[in-house]
Structure formats: structure tokens, C-alpha cells
């Protein structure tokens, strides 16, 4: 069975400061993994997403990701923070095992920025 | 393009009354689905679409239906409305399964709350 987890619910970082947001997941197939950004009231937009090409993945807004087989891990970061990153933000998880792409969600975490 | 669309934005409903939230796409998607997301626990799936009158149940079907008579459109159906589910609801569209093609575009949203 596939599953994600998110490792914080709440992060607080200074602006102009690194962003760490940590994901594990757990994956029967060779998945493909994304991460999601939802901005107050918002809907969710994609930020980055992880198919098996190269293992660090570079998305909108100065953000990367890099995916560790070795350590199931997809962490997001960002190398300075801005006011705008405030957020919530979703590790997905969906199996590269053919049929519907179903999305699975970790908890989220939401990330504040502080001036 | 607007991309996918949802109707309304907020509802108020009271236990037992039936309402259908719409949603709409215009990008020649193939594939729609419905989430809930509710605190601490990111989105779950609640049915989902891979054509036009082609449906499926996702992780959280009950109490709720679905049909999709057009490609563009995929509303969803509460048949009896309960408390439980009060929650913010959203669609998502997707150009099909192939591994490159992943990306979930979602609505903003409908807020529901049941009384």
C-alpha cells in the first residue's frame, strides 16, 4: 500500500531564510511524487513533480525537491524563504502502476514566514 | 482557458437535504476526480473519472454520487446531507494517465457545511 508522510505539521522560518518541508513515502511501485502548494482559501497548485527522470527536481518559485530511494524521502527546500511562501503545502504520492493516477496526500504541512 | 471551475463556492446545508456541486473543465481532460479535504488530513479521494460516462469509486464514496454524461463535466451528488460531511470539496482534471502526464489541475474549491 502506498502512503505519505509528512514529518511536519507546522513550520516557522525568518524571510530570507532556508525552507526544509520533509516527506517520506511508502510505495509498493517506483512512484511518481509531487509536491502541492495551497495558498489561503485557495485551490492547490503544483509546484514540482518527480517521474523517474533526474532525482532533483527543480519547480515554480525557486523551490526543488529531491527524490532518495535509499531513504523514501522527497524533502522540499528553498534557499530563501519569502513572504509569499506562506503556506500549506502537500507531499502526493501516486503509483506508476498503470490505470487511474490516484493522488495520495500526506496531512500537510503549513509553513509561516516571519519578517 | 478558465481552467477547472466549481459551483458554488459555499454552501450551507442542513442534515438530510440533497445538493449536487458542479464542476467544470475546459481543457479536453479525460480524467476528473473529487476530493474532500478536511484539518490534519490532506485530500482523500472521493470518485473519480476516466471518461465520459466511466466512473469509479476513490477512498471515501459513501453518501456520494457521481455521473459524467459530457467530457466536461463532473458533478457530484449528496444524497442525504450529514454533518460528517461537512467539509471543503474539490475537483480536479488531468490530460490522462500516460507517466509524463500525472499533473492534477484543480478548482477552487466548494466550502460545505451541514447542520
Known amino acids: 500500500a502506498q502512503s505519505v508522510t509528512q514529518l511536519d505539521s507546522h513550520v516557522s522560518v525568518s524571510e530570507g531564510t532556508p525552507v526544509l518541508l520533509r516527506c517520506n513515502y511508502s510505495?509498493?511501485?517506483?512512484?511518481?511524487l509531487f509536491w502541492y502548494v495551497q495558498h489561503p482559501n485557495k485551490g492547490l497548485q503544483l509546484l514540482l513533480k518527480y517521474t523517474s527522470a533526474a532525482t532533483l527536481v527543480k519547480g515554480i518559485n525557486g523551490f526543488e525537491a529531491e527524490f532518495k530511494k535509499s531513504e523514501t524521502s522527497f524533502h522540499l527546500t528553498k534557499p530563501s524563504a519569502h513572504m509569499s511562501d506562506a503556506a500549506e503545502y502537500f507531499c502526493?504520492?501516486?503509483?506508476?502502476?498503470?490505470?487511474?493516477?490516484?493522488?495520495?496526500f500526506g496531512a500537510g504541512t503549513r509553513l509561516a514566514v516571519h519578517p | 482557458n478558465a481552467g477547472v471551475t466549481q459551483t458554488p463556492k459555499f454552501q450551507v446545508l442542513k442534515t438530510g437535504q440533497s445538493m449536487t456541486l458542479q464542476c467544470a473543465q475546459d481543457m479536453n481532460h479525460e480524467y476528473m476526480s473529487w476530493y474532500r479535504q478536511d484539518p490534519g488530513m490532506g485530500l482523500r479521494l472521493i470518485h473519480y473519472?476516466?471518461?465520459?460516462?466511466?466512473?469509479d469509486q476513490g477512498e471515501v464514496p459513501n453518501g456520494y454520487n457521481v455521473s459524467r454524461s459530457t467530457t466536461e463535466d463532473f458533478p457530484l451528488r449528496l444524497l442525504s446531507a450529514a454533518p460528517s460531511q461537512t467539509s471543503v470539496y474539490f475537483c480536479a482534471s488531468s490530460p490522462g494517465t500516460g507517466q509524463w502526464n500525472y499533473e492534477q489541475y484543480f478548482g477552487p474549491g466548494t466550502r460545505l457545511t451541514v447542520t
Open positions: 502526493v504520492v501516486s503509483p506508476l502502476s498503470g490505470g487511474y493516477n490516484k493522488l495520495i
Open positions: 510505495s509498493s511501485y517506483s512512484p511518481s
Open positions: 473519472s476516466v471518461g465520459a460516462g466511466i466512473t
